[in-house]
């Protein structure tokens, strides 16, 4: 879990579950590994739930596309190397 900074509260738009506490993910691509803490993890699931949304589905919502834009740069600048490593 990011140790490194305090855990950046969630934004007051995001409707996710909230997680109790954080884990490890890895890359569906790399396998790569990245240490979330649970606001992280949660934002983390949402914004792959939207994208599961969007990419498998004909449900085209402009406020779930601004709310997924909106999770990603929230994740960006909470942790910036585990942005990189699962996102990027």
């Known amino acids: 879990?990011?140790?490194?900074?305090?855990?950046?509260?969630?934004?007051?738009?995001f409707n996710g579950d909230v997680y109790p506490?954080?884990?490890?993910?890895e890359n569906m691509f790399t396998g790569e590994p990245a240490e979330l803490n649970?606001?992280?993890l949660s934002m983390y699931d949402f914004i792959m739930?939207?994208?599961?949304?969007?990419?498998?589905?004909n449900f085209a919502?402009?406020?779930?596309v601004n709310e997924m834009r909106k999770g990603i740069d929230w994740f960006r600048s909470?942790?910036?190397?585990?942005y990189m490593?699962?996102?990027?």
């Open 1 to 13: 879990m990011s140790t490194k900074t305090q855990m950046k509260p969630l934004p007051k738009w």
């Open 21 to 25: 506490k954080g884990d490890t993910v």
């Open 38 to 40: 649970a606001n992280e």
């Open 49 to 57: 739930g939207c994208n599961m949304i969007l990419e498998r589905t």
């Open 61 to 64: 919502s402009q406020k779930l």
């Open 78 to 82: 909470a942790n910036p190397s585990a």
């Open 85 to 88: 490593t699962l996102l990027d």
